[in-house]
């Protein structure tokens, strides 16, 4: 699985806004660039990102091959209650990677 | 090397260049196209769009993108989506970020890649239908996509 970086603190207040940082490993490799012979390298990218929380939807980007590699969103989420985060990412070759943080309410 | 050989060898290249060239950029009027198709019968207005871009990139593969709706994330003013769309990139709609009930404040940030000295572009739909837009000029010294591997 890719690697993935996830940054958003474990504990909030009720009602607080938090911030969340996703990051993953992928070339993103855009399927406009060539070798040196002149082939065509095949486009190989993520197509998808989806936070959720328990569930409802958070934050979505629907992602093209303008996106630099190793793509990066950050947004923030309404902590409305304890949850589970789960980010996950799809895209060309059969790729998925899901990654979950757990958000407590003090 | 004969002559008619070394014609076709470069014709070819030529050819392929041409080829290039045509995948390389999209054109300003494609980029309004997408805009028309996402807009659809709505009207788009300037404003409560803020995109923040360097002014001056020296790396088009990887430009760091920051965009916030002046907007309170409430039940009746929310941002439903944000389109950015980079007219010179080959693919115009670079990407689209979609706010959901969970969402905290209308702003989100990513890393893009520009192909060329471009303005980008973007366009908010917002929950009650009306739709805003930003603009950011970037100066791209080395733009994304041309280098081989």
Partial sequence: MARTLINMPKRAR?????????????????????????????????????CTCDGEEVFRAEIHPGIA?????????????????????????GFAATESVRLEIE | MRRRDFLAATGAVAGTLALRADLASATPEQAQEAIRALVGGGTLR?????????????????????????????????????????????????????????????????????????????????????FWSGSAEALVTMSACVEGV
């Fill in chain 1, 14 to 50: 009720r009602g607080e806004i938090v911030e969340i940082k996703a990051m993953i490993a992928h070339v993103m490799e855009t399927g406009y660039r060539r070798t040196e012979t002149g082939a065509a390298i095949p486009r190989d990218i993520l197509r998808l990102f989806v």
């Fill in chain 1, 69 to 93: 590699a190793n793509p990066y969103f950050a947004f923030s989420a309404l902590a409305a209650g304890s949850g589970t985060f789960v980010f996950s990412w799809t895209g060309d070759n």
């Fill in chain 2, 46 to 130: 300037k404003g409560r769009v803020k995109l923040d871009l360097p002014p001056l990139v020296e790396n088009g593969n990887a430009v760091p993108l920051t965009v916030t709706v002046d907007s309170a994330m409430s039940a009746m003013d929310r941002v439903r989506a944000i389109h950015v769309i980079a007219e010179k990139n080959p693919q115009p709609v670079v990407a689209v970020l979609r706010f959901g009930p969970r969402a905290g404040r209308a702003a989100a940030s990513t890393r893009i890649r520009l192909a060329d000295t471009q303005t980008v572009v973007a366009v908010a739909e917002m929950a009650d239908g009306t």
